[in-house]
């Protein structure tokens, strides 16, 4: 069975050459005003703790990217749709710190949705991965090919809550504290998974 990762579909995946490590390593006092930016994950197909772990070890094999925060995970019923029509999806959020500009970002995660074979045939459609940008420092764009912050991410609790869980302070861009927004909102169809665990990138 092909899982997507093999060199042939998706060279950026493979391993890192160690000089280009170091320098990734170094990004946040060598590289030129390194942004904080947020990435919300999701998957409900197939392995979804082994493919989340996955995206997040691919962000971090990038260039001029670290992955410095790794949310807890947590189960999600299926957004927009039928209940019961799709699996649940695991959910959670990474913070990074890069020197990449929002587009090479967003290019970055279709790569890697496109590595673990990522099908966009229908909205709100169950997918292997899902890997969006949530936030890009306090940058507010209404951009229809990257809206920042993500237009949708204020009404999600399976965004909102394990953003919590990494930054109590948070704040989205025109939103307000996700604390608040969290609050006001509830973890209806939100179950904490403390029983599956993401890691740092190693």
Do not use: C
């Amino acid at each position: 069975m092909n899982n997507g990762l093999n060199a042939q579909s998706d060279p950026t995946v493979q391993p890192v050459p160690a000089a280009v490590v170091e320098t990734v390593d170094a990004a946040d006092v060598t590289l030129s005003n390194p942004k904080w930016a947020v990435i919300a994950l999701g998957a409900n197909l197939g392995n979804r703790l082994e493919t989340l772990q996955g995206a997040i070890d691919a962000l971090g094999d990038t260039p001029g990217l670290r992955v410095k925060a790794v949310s807890p995970v947590y189960e999600t019923e299926p957004w927009g749709v039928e209940p019961g029509s799709q699996p649940s999806y695991l959910n959670a959020v990474i913070a990074v710190k890069t020197t990449l500009p929002p587009s090479s970002l967003l290019e970055r995660g279709h790569a890697i949705e496109e590595a673990f074979d990522r099908v966009r045939e229908e909205r709100w459609g169950p997918r292997t991965i899902d890997v969006d940008i949530v936030a890009y420092a306090d940058r507010v764009s209404d951009d229809p090919v990257l809206t920042l912050p993500h237009p949708r991410a204020h009404q999600r609790a399976f965004v909102l809550a394990p953003w919590h869980d990494i930054d109590p302070e948070a704040r989205i861009p025109g939103h307000g504290p996700v604390a608040g927004l969290l609050a006001g909102i509830g973890l209806s169809g939100v179950t904490p998974r403390p029983d599956l665990e993401l890691r740092l990138p190693e």
